[in-house]
Nanobody, 125 residues
Framework: QVQLVESGGGLVQAGGSLRLSCAAS????????MAWFRQAPGSVREFVGV???????????DVADSVKGRFTISRDNAKNTLYLQMNSLKPEDTAVYYC???????????????WGNGTLVTVSS
C-alpha cells in the first residue's frame, strides 16, 4: 500500500514559520523524487519544490521562484520523511499543501505517481 501522509499545517500570522512533514510508506518510500505542491481556493495546483535522491549526497533540491529564499525542502531517508520548512510566511501562501512522489524528476503534476491528501496552511495578515 502506498501512502503519503502530511502533517504540520495550521494557522499562522504573516511573518511566522511552519514546518510541514510528509511520511512515506510502501512504494513511495523509495521514490526518486518527492515534492510539495499547493493549491489555493479557485486556483490550479502549483509546484512548490522538489527533492531528488542522490547516491552520492543528501540529494538535490529546487523550489519555485515564488518561495525561493523563504522555503526549504529536505528529506530524511532513514525516517522516510520529506519536510518543508516555511519561513516569512505571507497571506498569499495560504493553500492546501500536498506531498507528492514520483519515479522521475517532478516539475509539475503530470510527473507525480503518488499524492498525499494535503494539509491546510492558513496565513493571517
Amino acid at each position: 500500500q502506498v501512502q503519503l501522509v502530511e502533517s504540520g499545517g495550521g494557522l499562522v500570522q504573516a511573518g511566522g514559520s511552519l514546518r510541514l512533514s510528509c511520511a512515506a510508506s510502501g512504494r513511495a518510500r523509495s521514490a526518486y523524487a518527492m515534492a510539495w505542491f499547493r493549491q489555493a481556493p479557485g486556483s490550479v495546483r502549483e509546484f512548490v519544490g522538489v527533492h531528488r535522491w542522490s547516491r552520492w549526497s543528501d540529494g538535490t533540491t529546487d523550489v519555485a521562484d515564488s518561495v525561493k529564499g523563504r522555503f526549504t525542502i529536505s528529506r530524511d531517508n532513514a525516517k522516510n520523511t520529506l519536510y518543508l520548512q516555511m519561513n516569512s510566511l505571507k497571506p498569499e501562501d495560504t493553500a492546501v499543501y500536498y506531498c507528492a512522489a514520483g519515479s522521475r524528476n517532478i516539475g509539475g503534476p503530470d510527473d507525480v505517481n503518488y499524492w498525499g491528501n494535503g494539509t491546510l496552511v492558513t496565513v493571517s495578515s
